[in-house]
């Protein structure tokens, strides 16, 4: 069984920065593509940035692009994701996902996030204008 841990959502200033870890308990993380998603009251779940397993690829969403950066530090069994220039439209719950996949093809990992994933509890991140 894999188990996400989310930490770092707080309530920030708009323009602000924010980073968020997602601690991963599995003894292979290596064969886990990472993303993280996020959720509104009342909406769905919406993609936000996925990397693959070995670290070298990485893809957004275009409300996203330029502004947060996803990593991941194999030796810690952790993924982060680099939130800057944040808006008031980022306020969200942030969720972080783990599929097994060690393809390097983004889309492709895209889709197993919407059928095999883990997933964590969730961290707030509110962003004040």
């Known amino acids: 069984q894999v188990q996400l841990v989310e930490s770092g959502g707080r309530l920030v200033q708009a323009g602000g920065s924010l980073k968020l870890s997602c601690d991963v308990s599995t003894r292979t993380f290596t064969n886990y593509a990472m993303a993280w998603f996020r959720q509104i009251p009342g909406k769905e779940r919406e993609f936000v940035a996925v990397?693959?397993?070995?670290?070298?690829?990485?893809d957004y969403a275009e409300s996203v692009k330029g502004r947060f950066t996803i990593s991941r530090d194999n030796a810690e069994n952790t993924a982060y994701l680099q939130m800057n220039s944040l808006k008031s439209e980022d306020t969200a719950v942030y969720f972080c996902?783990?599929?097994?996949?060690?393809?390097?093809?983004?889309?492709?990992?895209?889709?197993?996030?919407?059928?095999?994933?883990?997933w964590g509890q969730g961290t707030q991140v509110t962003v004040s204008s």
């Open positions: 990397i693959t397993s070995s670290g070298r690829n990485t």
């Open positions: 996902a783990a599929t097994f996949s060690v393809s390097e093809n983004t889309v492709a990992v895209r889709r197993l996030l919407q059928a095999r994933v883990y």
